[in-house]
């Protein structure tokens, strides 16, 4: 019977590469939920997609560059400028 990975076991790097998908995904969960970018870096996600990044920095974006690729754009704190007032 072979062991489990579970969240406390280190996993291969084989393992990570294959699981890949379901991080991207809880990371995109997380964004979407509204979670703050030192809440993500708390998650289990996180620390795999890192874990990734580091062994193959040229195959694996780093978590935080997918954070920012994943939130939704901030607001603008241009104002908008008021059309003219026109005379009739």
């Not at 703050?36 to 560059?65: I, Y």
Request: aromatic content about 6%; glycine content about 2%; proline content about 7%.
């Amino acid at each position: 019977m072979s062991e489990q990975s579970t969240f406390t076991t280190q996993m291969s790097l084989q393992e990570l590469k294959e699981s890949q998908g379901i991080y991207l995904k809880a990371l995109e969960l997380l964004v979407k939920d509204g979670a703050s970018l030192t809440e993500a870096q708390d998650s289990v996600c996180w620390k795999r997609l890192q874990r990734l990044n580091q062994a193959m920095p040229l195959q694996f974006l780093h978590p935080e560059t997918l954070y920012q690729r994943m939130a939704p754009p901030a607001p603008s704190k241009r104002r908008r400028r008021r059309k003219p007032a026109t005379s009739k």
